[in-house]
């Protein structure tokens, strides 16, 4: 699968947000190793602790149903429903993404029209845990 369609995905995720309280949607699709795709969005709450990011929604969704080989994931977030900025994974949704993955996992973020794809160990150098 493309970059590209992946994105597509991502951005269609963004649709499910539940964001009441940053307006920010976010949306993600993780490509397994199989072919399979799982996506995600963030889902808010009014306990912020409780929130759960678009990228570990997908991973966990992903997990849940017995996937662990990951080959690469697309990140695209919007407050107005327009692509124009990257949106990187937060610290934890890095740190969940070396819990699953090599550090050649990669991660796909759009900005426009443009694709920034980084390596795992470029966009998180210092995992908690290095195993």
């Known amino acids: 699968?493309?970059?590209?369609?992946?994105?597509?995905?991502?951005?269609?995720?963004?649709?499910?947000s539940y964001s009441?309280?940053?307006?920010?949607?976010?949306?993600?699709?993780?490509?397994?190793?199989?072919?399979s795709v799982f996506s995600g969005c963030n889902i808010?709450?009014?306990?912020?602790?409780?929130t759960n990011?678009?990228?570990?929604?997908?991973?966990?969704?992903?997990?849940?149903q017995g996937k662990r080989?990951?080959?690469?994931?697309a990140v695209v977030g919007t407050s107005d429903g327009r692509f124009n900025s990257v949106?990187?994974?937060?610290?934890?949704?890095?740190?969940?993404?070396s819990e699953f993955c090599g550090k050649d996992f990669r991660v796909i973020l759009a900005e426009n029209?443009?694709?920034i794809s980084l390596a795992l160990d470029e966009l998180f150098p210092f995992p908690f845990c290095d195993f």
């Open 87 to 97: 949106t990187p994974p937060c610290g934890i949704c890095r740190q969940v993404m």
């Open 20 to 35: 009441p309280y940053s307006k920010f949607r976010v949306g993600a699709a993780l490509l397994c190793k199989d072919g």
């Open 44 to 50: 808010e709450n009014a306990s912020f602790g409780a």
């Open 1 to 16: 699968m493309s970059d590209n369609e992946l994105i597509e995905i991502a951005k269609k995720a963004c649709e499910n």
């Open 69 to 73: 080989d990951f080959l690469k994931i």
């Open 53 to 64: 990011c678009a990228e570990r929604t997908a991973f966990f969704s992903a997990v849940a």
């Open 113 to 115: 029209d443009n694709l």
